[in-house]
């Protein structure tokens, strides 16, 4: 299929990336159809929708009339049948569970032609495992959009050992036609390659609480106010470059053998989950945590989440000049 040949995309789960990634498409005057089988849950998202458009009025970047066009794109479906008919693509988006997925993929492929190109935004499960028991395994890809989906620009698109070229291009197309900043993940590994990176930083960070070597806050702060600031405009291999590979190479020749690297997760994140302190949704974790708190902290990261997009666009733009 063609990327011009999409006009209807469907999206499978309403919750925390769902709603964001529907108004991705339909702010771009795409027709999404939106399907939730929580009522609850699926009748929350034009709201959630329509906040979302809010802030980025108040930050002059949309107008009063695109709100109104974004949200008349968007069907709410209360069955998947309902959703699958008259839809190019669909994007998955529930839980992370792979039982759950490879069974939606199953409906989705009895549901639709054998054209529709059927889309996971799984954050770490293999497309491979979610696709093969499929007779049209081809046709799917994964599309890791990062929340908040609607303000980050990234999305890895991942392409299985199934994996059709053309339909691999296609969505590549298909994100950098709704302002996107599509990444090719050209082996289906877990984790791809953003949660692999984080990740490492994570079992690293954890690793030096655990071993009292410093606070969470004081490790939140050399990522914030260290090394953090740039990596929004320079990634680890140009800081690598512009060090100097001799001087990274001798660093790495006594620094690695002292970082964690450990193949099990961490016991401190076992007790911590053991003792039901799995951070924001039970208000403890790491840090205590108030509803107040959590609301400004989430409103100041898209703010300047926002903020920081709109700079690297700038930049961009000057570079192309």
């Known amino acids: 299929m063609k990327v011009e040949e999409i006009r209807a995309i469907g999206v499978i789960g309403a919750g925390l990336m769902g709603h964001g990634i529907a108004q991705v498409f339909a702010l771009k005057r795409y027709k999404v159809k939106?399907?939730?089988n929580d009522p609850n849950v699926l009748q929350s998202a034009p709201e959630k929708i329509h906040n979302n458009l809010q802030t980025l009025l108040e930050m002059h970047l949309v107008e009063p009339q695109e709100i109104e066009d974004c949200l008349n794109h968007l069907q709410l479906c209360h069955t998947l049948p309902e959703m699958c008919e008259g839809v190019e693509l669909t994007i998955e988006a529930v839980s992370e569970n792979v039982d759950l997925k490879r069974a939606i993929f199953l409906e989705l492929e009895r549901l639709t032609p054998p054209q529709?190109?059927?889309c996971s935004n799984t954050s770490g499960i293999s497309i491979g495992l979610i696709s093969e028991k499929l007779q049209f395994?081809?046709?799917?890809?994964?599309?890791?959009f990062w929340n908040p989906p609607h303000i980050v620009p990234c999305v890895e698109v991942i392409k299985s050992q199934f994996a059709d070229d053309e339909v691999f291009h296609t969505v590549i197309e298909l994100m950098e036609r709704v302002g996107k900043k599509?990444?090719?993940?050209l082996k289906d590994i877990p984790g791809f390659l953003g949660n692999r990176l984080q990740h490492a930083l994570w079992r690293e960070a954890i690793s030096l609480v655990e071993k009292g070597i410093a606070t969470p806050e004081d490790i939140d702060r050399v990522v914030k106010y260290g090394f953090g600031l740039r990596l929004s405009f320079i990634g680890p291999l140009e800081t690598a470059d512009l060090a100097g590979l001799d001087l990274v190479y001798d660093i790495h020749k006594y620094l690695f053998s002292d970082l964690e690297n450990r193949s099990t997760p961490s016991p401190l994140l076992k007790t911590l989950v053991d003792q039901k302190a799995t951070g924001v949704k039970?208000?403890?974790?790491?840090?205590h945590w108030t509803d107040e708190r959590i609301k400004q902290i989430i409103q100041q990261r898209d703010k300047a989440l926002l903020?920081?997009?709109e700079v690297i666009k700038g930049l961009n733009?000057?570079?192309k000049q």
Do not use: C, M, S, W
């Open 307 to 309: 903020k920081i997009t």
């Open 317 to 319: 733009r000057e570079n």
């Open 116 to 118: 529709t190109i059927l």
């Open 282 to 287: 039970a208000k403890k974790g790491f840090y």
């Open 137 to 144: 395994k081809e046709r799917v890809v994964g599309t890791h």
């Open 34 to 36: 939106l399907f939730d």
């Open 182 to 185: 599509p990444v090719q993940v």
